[in-house]
């Protein structure tokens, strides 16, 4: 199984990216999707979750900017950023539990994709 992140890029504050993860390979069912960052010196954390019944999750600091959305049929989730701020700035990860088969789930991550949010 592999995930593939696209959408990272440069943009100014207050600005908007979307996030890519695209999950492909030995895929039985995607279960929980998730997005995490990391900013510069600090450590991974989730910034939103979905899982396959709709339950959303939001840490607090991205809470009404930032949108988690998913599309099983592509096996595809997305992460919609709108009012950026600098502290936004960092790498984003997708993280995703797959099932290989009906009795097997692993969690996977990507690659990462930089976003950077100029002041």
């Known amino acids: 199984v592999q995930l593939v992140e696209s959408g990272g890029g440069l943009v100014q504050a207050g600005g908007s990216l979307t996030l890519s993860c695209v999950a492909s390979?030995?895929?039985?069912?995607?279960?929980?999707m998730r997005w995490y960052h990391q900013a510069p010196g600090k450590q991974r954390e989730v910034v939103a979750g979905?899982?396959?019944?709709?339950?959303?999750h939001y840490t607090d600091f991205v809470k009404g900017r930032f949108t988690i959305s998913r599309d099983d049929a592509k096996n595809t989730v997305y992460l919609q950023m709108n009012s950026l701020k600098p502290e936004d700035t960092g790498v984003y990860y997708c993280n995703t539990d797959i099932q290989g088969s009906p009795n097997y789930e692993e969690d996977y991550w990507g690659q990462g994709t930089q976003v950077t949010v100029s002041s």
């Open positions: 390979g030995n895929i039985y069912k995607v279960n929980t």
């Open positions: 979905l899982t396959t019944g709709g339950t959303v």
